[in-house]
């Protein structure tokens, strides 16, 4: 009886650990493929899918990847694979594919059970997309389009889009009321409202039109996320980490979720969860200047100068023209007591930006620490003149 329960307890432990190296190659494979490393992204692809072979996810971006490379048969047969794991999931991929392999019958055919699905890409999309520039001048395509796809709401889409573009905001939400009163598929009217109460900066209104969208489907990850992004601006930091850890969970390669909760953890003063979500972010994208730039001011906040120093450092091997990186290292080795490197950092930071009076203002508190009171009080006198109201507080109390 122990043996079993021990075998059953090694069975179970395998199946975790395949499931996360498949989760970690998957992760991997989406990073190098956002950041145009096509032939890693499909390495890490075949490698999540030997760990699990049945997540129709890896076939759907192994086929982008190798739709964009114009390996067009290739891509096919990885979105044919998901069909059983996943049906109607490739259909429009796989129109795709076979418009740009000239066959017009199997293309229009898939695309027609897009176009029945109730995921279908808005109707502008798919008639812009370049893959049927030649589809667009054949008979067939002419008889696709004969039939009514789109409900009234749907499309609805290019008007408030217009309306949006001319910031007619109230007009954009009048045309939307009136279809609500009798709207039949109403998720996609608080969808456009949402997004216009988001140019308005109307963030709590915002919030709340995303959760009549999540009461109607609970599983689209990107309603969880729109709504977490509204939260987060509208500074309810506690209900836009709920809102993005479940889109996390949902879609763990949606790299930019890390960053927003980074935002909203910090909002909520909860700097170690912030620095573990950036860590997650630049363990994918380890050369994103402005992320490393928002590590290094986590780790400041949280006093841990030396992992701070770190990060400003990275950010000026890739840049070393950026006045806010020289500054923001600066500021730090003020904290540790190197004062000379303070001075040195501000200095240089200076000599790109010379109107920012919180620089004098650090570079003063670094000069009257390492005793240049004199220098000090010239910088001070600067940063004062430049707006900084804690540069006068020192110069009433230091300065003659």
Same mark, same amino acid.
């Given at each position: ?51 699990? *072979? ?131 598929? *109403? ?10 109460? &988001? ?42 980490? &709920? ?63 030396? &992992? ?70 010239? &910088? ?21």
């Amino acid at each position: 009886m122990k043996r079993s329960f021990i075998l059953i307890l090694l069975i179970i432990a395998t199946g975790i650990a395949s499931a996360q190296k498949s989760r970690d190659h998957y992760l991997s494979g989406i990073a190098k493929m956002k950041t145009g490393h096509a032939d890693s992204a499909i390495y890490f692809l075949n490698m999540a899918i030997m760990q699990e *072979p049945d997540n129709y996810q890896y076939y759907l971006h192994r086929g982008e990847i190798k739709y964009s490379q114009g390996r067009y048969e290739e891509a096919l047969r990885d979105f044919e694979n998901i069909d059983p794991l996943k049906t109607g999931m490739a259909d429009l991929w796989q129109a795709k594919c076979y418009a740009r392999l000239d066959n017009n019958e199997l293309a229009v055919g898939y695309l027609k059970q897009h176009l029945q699905s109730p995921d279908r890409l808005p109707q502008k999309e798919i008639q812009k997309d370049e893959a049927f520039d030649r589809l667009q001048l054949t008979d067939e395509w002419y008889e696709l389009w004969q039939n009514e796809w789109y409900s009234d709401e749907e499309l609805l889409e290019e008007d408030i889009d217009y309306l949006i573009g001319q910031a007619k905001y109230l007009d954009a939400l009048s045309v939307i009321d009136k279809k609500l009163r009798d709207s039949k598929k *109403p998720e996609v009217l608080y969808r456009y409202r949402a997004s216009v109460e &988001d140019h308005q900066g109307n963030y709590r209104a915002s919030a709340m039109d995303w959760t009549e969208v999540i009461s109607r489907n609970k599983n689209d990850y990107s309603s969880y996320k729109a709504r977490g992004i509204a939260f987060l601006n509208a500074k309810k930091f506690s209900e836009s980490a &709920d809102d993005l850890s479940r889109a996390i969970r949902m879609e763990p390669a949606d790299f930019e979720l890390y960053r927003l909760r980074a935002k909203a953890y910090k909002g909520q003063n909860d700097l170690k969860s912030a620095i573990k979500d950036i860590s997650t972010y630049l363990n994918y994208f380890p050369d994103d200047e402005d992320i490393l730039l928002f590590s290094g001011e986590l780790q400041y906040e949280d006093g841990n100068y030396v &992992d701070a120093l770190r990060s400003f450092n990275r950010c000026l091997k890739i840049n070393n023209s950026n006045p806010g990186y020289y500054k923001a290292r600066g500021k730090t080795y003020f904290q540790t007591g190197l004062y000379k490197y303070a001075i040195e950092d501000l200095s240089m930071s200076l000599d790109l930006n010379a109107r920012d009076g919180e620089t004098y203002y650090y570079k003063g508190l670094a000069r009257f620490h390492s005793g240049d009171e004199p220098g000090a009080c010239d &910088d001070w006198k600067e940063s004062a003149y430049l707006g900084e109201a804690r540069a006068v507080e020192q110069l009433i109390k230091h300065c003659r």
